[in-house]
């Protein structure tokens, strides 16, 4: 297995023993399948941070711990890794945790094993539950800083959120629906990835609240959840809610599975008149480009990921503390695609 790097960095890396990963790179026998992908995972994110890796000085690992399909994680980690040098004087160091559906019991799991792992911070996108808002106030106590992302955990000892303001995103999305479709008699689809992420709670009270007194027809909101914003889920349910609401000609999507939620509409020969969604990512930059989706909410990421960054490095007095409040929300039609 080729690679540039000391065998404790690796280690660090990828949360294993010195002696495994020695196994692993001498390719010895007696070492499971699982194990070699964690070290190549781990090389392949070192090989991602190599700069970070010729600074001295004081360095920092920095968890993040994600519950997101993987057109989001993984944008979200390319933001990363594209931000870690521009937080001198701190040298930083980040794993990644990225799981598309993990439940609140596997969240719970992995931020437990991170308090013996030498993480100095956690970035965290998961679901706002007692038990993980509990994993959260233990690793706090144990002198690691958690800032939440993208949805928030109220009541937990997080240091801070990192990310729009949902309620005013979802407000937003109202006023375009209700602007692009004037007159016109129509009911709302509105689609979470889970009722238990408190971002989506919040943008759905906004847009339910915004478009209870913006003027037109009254509209009725049909919503579907617990899908994690998978494609092949999110297809059935729409299909299904389209099947029982023939008056749906418009989406808000929450929770993504935005190419899933187009193919329902074109398999069932019905017009979506507006179609407004989240996150600039490759599917809905697609979608954008072919007219498919109406607009896009969208966040800097960059932006987001340093201000994340150094919300944990402020919590451990390396950082100056961070100003400023939500990530401004920026709507992006097919017309100034960035």
């Given at each position: ?31 499971r ?57 701190a ?59 993208v ?5 937990s ?63 009725t ?6 899908n ?23 989406v ?11 193919r ?28 498919q ?46």
């Amino acid at each position: 297995m080729a690679h540039r790097y000391r065998v404790r960095e690796i280690a660090q890396q990828a949360e294993l023993s010195e002696a495994t990963v020695d196994r692993v790179l001498n390719d010895r026998p007696g070492v499971r399948p699982s194990t070699r992908e964690m070290v190549a995972r781990a090389i392949a994110d070192l090989d991602g941070q190599r700069e970070q890796l010729r600074f001295s000085g004081r360095k920092y690992m920095l968890d993040v711990v994600m519950s997101a399909p993987d057109r989001f994680s993984k944008t979200f980690k390319r933001a990363v890794e594209a931000e870690l040098p521009s937080l001198e004087p701190a040298t930083v160091r980040a794993r990644f945790h990225l799981q598309e559906s993990a439940t609140a019991e596997a969240v719970v799991a992995r931020l437990n094993r991170l308090s013996g792992s030498g993480s100095q911070g956690v970035i965290l996108k998961a679901p706002a539950v007692p038990d993980v808002a509990a994993a959260v106030d233990r690793l706090v106590a144990a002198g690691i800083p958690v800032v939440t992302y993208v949805t928030d955990i109220p009541g937990s000892r997080r240091s801070g959120y990192v990310g729009m303001d949902n309620r005013a995103a979802g407000e937003t999305a109202a006023y375009l629906i209700t602007t692009m479709m004037a007159d016109h008699q129509g009911d709302v689809l509105i689609t979470l990835s889970s009722n238990a992420f408190h971002g989506e709670e919040e943008r759905e009270m906004g847009f339910r609240t915004a478009l209870r007194r913006l003027p037109g027809p009254v509209r009725t909101v049909v919503e579907i959840a617990e899908n994690d914003g998978l494609d092949d889920r999110v297809e059935s349910l729409v299909l299904d809610a389209l099947d029982r609401h023939p008056t749906i000609s418009a989406v808000y999507s929450c929770g993504g599975g935005n190419s899933a939620i187009v193919r329902a509409f074109r398999t069932l020969d019905r017009p979506c008149r507006v179609f407004v969604a989240h996150d600039l990512d490759a599917d809905n930059r697609d979608l954008l480009y072919r007219r498919q989706i109406s607009a896009v909410l969208e966040h800097d990421m960059r932006a987001d990921a340093q201000r994340a960054c150094r919300m944990v490095l402020h919590a451990r007095d390396a950082s100056t503390a961070v100003r400023g409040s939500s990530s401004p929300i920026r709507i992006v039609t097919p017309f100034n695609m960035p």
